[in-house]
């Protein structure tokens, strides 16, 4: 009897505790802006067939890699290229091994015109190691666009098939707080690849424009010219990066024409960007603010 007393009670006691604890308001912690880090390069390519991917290069993955990015973009021509398959596999092997052993993030490789020289097997072959050639992905409330402006018989365009895929994509991730878009072939070239870019169609690449412009797309990153550059047009900032190795061309602007990589900082509303040159021939590296992000 005694024990059924007890046990009546302890069951009042918990049933009375936990009345009270549903009645005590729970603290509430303030929502923390997504916070993340990604860098972006490209051009990394060796300048001969057979060429070890280059020092600088090495340099810039492990200047990234000290900053722990949450991922890298490479906007194309990691490999020199080549028709053969056998060499083909071995180049692009060595830039994976490269890149694995000296950056530990992850790296999205948006396709350049080396990779593929305009030809269909080299397209195939990079479907197969990489999947889709144009796809996207979201990190907290950023959303990323790879594009591939080599398609065989759509090269320097974004058309057909794959430009209906980016406005679908787009229309779903309206609702994303900052856009990134990759590609190769940049819309606006500023040096001695201009007319070999997404502007030998004018119509095309102004369409394409009008759509970063209504889907507010934060930054378009593209590679191709050996250089650095950074313009905006109506609201949307337009990047060159293309000194991630490769032999640097002299700019027709001079300047922009150095090894480099980007880094892009992401915290709720903000975005900062900072170009960054590295330690090369017995300089210290040198970090450079952006002008402000557009959204």
Not at 28 to 54: E, H, I, M, W
Not at 154 to 178: M, N, P, S, V
Not at 258 to 285: C, I, N, Q, R, T
Request: net charge neutral; charged share 20%.
């Amino acid at each position: 009897m005694q024990k059924l007393y007890q046990s009546a009670v302890f069951l009042a006691c918990l049933v009375l505790g936990l009345a009270a604890a549903a009645q005590t308001p729970v603290p509430q912690v303030a929502d923390q802006p997504v916070q993340f880090t990604f860098v972006v390069f490209g051009d990394n390519r060796p300048n001969l067939p057979k060429g070890a991917q280059p020092a600088a290069f090495k340099t810039i993955l492990g200047e990234m890699n000290a900053l722990d990015p949450a991922f890298a973009v490479n906007t194309g021509d990691c490999i020199f290229g080549s028709q053969n398959r056998a060499r083909l596999e071995q180049q692009y092997n060595e830039y994976l091994e490269t890149t694995q052993s000296l950056l530990k993030s992850k790296v999205y490789l948006a396709i350049g015109n080396h990779e593929i020289l305009g030809s269909s097997a080299n397209h195939a072959f990079f479907e197969k190691q990489l999947g889709a050639l144009h796809y996207s992905f979201d990190r907290g409330d950023s959303h990323f666009i790879i594009l591939d402006s080599e398609v065989v018989g759509e090269t320097r365009r974004i058309t057909g098939d794959q430009l209906e895929w980016l406005k679908e994509d787009l229309a779903k991730a309206r609702a994303a707080r900052h856009k990134f878009v990759f590609l190769h072939r940049p819309l606006y070239p500023v040096d001695g690849h201009m007319g070999d870019c997404l502007d030998r169609y004018p119509e095309d690449r102004n369409a394409l424009h009008s759509l970063f412009v209504r889907n507010r797309i934060t930054v378009v990153f593209a590679g191709h010219e050996h250089l650095f550059d950074s313009q905006v047009k109506n609201g949307v900032r337009y990047v060159i990066t293309g000194g991630g190795g490769a032999p640097l061309y002299p700019s027709l602007q001079g300047k922009g024409d150095y090894h480099h990589f980007v880094v892009v900082s992401v915290a709720g509303d903000k975005v900062e960007m900072k170009l960054v040159k590295p330690a090369l021939h017995g300089k210290p590296a040198e970090v450079i603010p952006v002008g402000g992000m557009a959204r």
